[in-house]
């Protein structure tokens, strides 16, 4: 007696056996614009990491005798108006960046996810009321919304990441939502519920993994958006307070002394930059290998060219 | 398509009711008296009192909120915590600057963003294209007011081309007017003209790659005709969402902007206000910018139900 497994195997062929999570690597290592976001990425996060060991003096050390001095071999961003070693704060802000992006991503995924899973899932008046509440939440720009919500709560770091997270909430329960609405009614998820399993078990083991492609992909775009967001906050004095350093914060001081020193304001705009670049870079290499319209799209343009 | 119609603008006022509590509980998220915050080191007891009484805030929640939404019903906000002058009208003095900034950026996102995609879709893979596709990287990912920052430094310190910021009312004098909003439109203006860019790139190519498109082609059209008479039509309805979520999201954008450059307009108005505690003022200031995006989006749904009709019937 054969195994039944066996006999179903024997015909396919072995690409199907790859797992989706070799294909999707590999699709986004074939991108080079996905690459070089990822090596961005990782130069940043080491920076990140080792931020204390490579900035060559203190944040708030100032040499007065140097002050506004251009770029040399001695400060290689130049010093801001009080002596300040611009490169070191540069390299120093680049944790709260990266944590105010991260930390604030998470928030808007840890709300938005359940919200689109529940929504989708139930339907009916659930579905309407939730859908409705972040309509209204999108019924405000971003930014002006985050400044709403920070005057209210007093300008600091934790309240700006607070902020930050409830706006880009919607977006995350408005794409689970979508992507749970075509699940709904599959056949493996009418199975499950034939079987008895719970409404939890379904959406926890059967809809939340096959739900994660798109959400991944916003993940990525999210952390782009959040961290030009932390900037624009921080830039109006919202956000990071002094003397710690922010990009955003950098930009608003730089602006007075534009004339005698441009590069205090051209430096830690080129790190947002390079910050939010590499997000967009990945996040546009992961939808093209996770989100197959994208995917055909981008097929089909290779083969009209 | 009227009861299309009906049905968003009914959907849009419930929007609006449920803006109206987020603002109205701004004030009531301020952790302590925001009378008293506001006034700050001019407190004084009579002048508290008084701004108490005037903006309902010793009533119980729920009236409060009544009565704040009827007078918001009739174009009372009540008054500056700050200056005691009504909130309305310090928004509607400054509306007509945000708005043209607005319209300007709007034109430089159209003007730059629609030809380039239509172009370097069509030509995909050329020089152009390469060029046009890695500006628009740089353009989604840099900061509207950085880049502010740095034509200001190029436009105005080191060319001296344009002011570095302020406003001249266009009545006074057209060209100063002008010469002030360039830099600010720009600001905002390319930033969003890289999001259509790709959104119309894209829009197009796929539109390059339908059956009808081959089918036209194959049938004798000129690749001009085809382009105009059946890609461009059916690229039409992603294009048109783009730029409706782009005023969006320009009127955000604007308000950082608006800082930058010393433009009076209500992204300034809101950010005094933050800075002066004058939470009357801000809640206005929110719910107007609201308000606006409600009716851009109202506006933006039902031009693409007109455009595409199966949306009507959804």
Known sequence: MTDPAAVLDAGDPPVEHRSRLRTTVETVLRNRLAVAGLIMLTVLVVVALFAPLIAPYGINEPDVANRLS????????????????????????????LQVGAISVGIAVALGVPIGLISGYYGGRIDSVLMRLMDILLSIPAIVLAIAILAALGPNIFNAMVAIGIVYTPIFARITRGSVLSLRD???????????????????????????????????????????????????GLGVQPPDPAWGRMLSEGRGFFQQAPWM????GLAILFTVMSFNLVGDGLRDALDPQQRSLIESRGVAE | MT?????????????????SVIVFALIHLVPGDPVRIALGTRYDPDIHAALVERAGLDRPIPIQYASWLGSALVGDLGVSFRSGQPVTGMVLERLPATLTLAGAALLVAVGVGIPLGVVSAVRSGSKLDYTATAASQVGVSVPDFWAGIMYI???????????????????????????????PALSVGLVSASIVFRFVRSAVLEALNQDYTRTARAKGLSRKRVLWDHVLPNAWIPIVTIIGLQLGFMLGGVVVVEILFAWPGIGRLAFVAVGDRDYTVLQGTVLYIAFMFLIINLFVDILYGWLDPRIRYD
């Open chain 2, 153 to 183: 430094l190029l436009f105005s310190l080191i060319l001296g081309w344009l002011p570095p910021s302020g406003y001249v009312s266009p009545l006074e004098d057209f060209w100063g007017w002008l010469s002030h909003l360039i830099l």
């Open chain 1, 70 to 97: 251009g770029p040399s071999l001695d400060h290689v961003f130049g010093t801001d108006n009080i002596g300040r070693d611009v490169f070191s704060r540069v390299v120093i802000a680049s944790r709260v960046s």
């Open chain 1, 186 to 236: 599959a056949v493996f998820v009418r199975a499950a519920r034939s079987i008895g399993a719970t409404d939890t078990r379904i959406i926890a083991t059967h809809i939340l993994p096959n739900v994660i492609a798109p959400i991944i992909v916003q993940t990525s775009l999210s952390l782009a958006f959040a961290i030009l967001a932390e900037a624009a906050l921080s830039f109006l």
């Open chain 2, 3 to 19: 009861g299309f119609i009906v049905r968003r603008f009914g959907q849009m006022l419930l929007a609006l009711l449920g803006v």
């Open chain 1, 265 to 268: 304001a051209l430096f830690p």
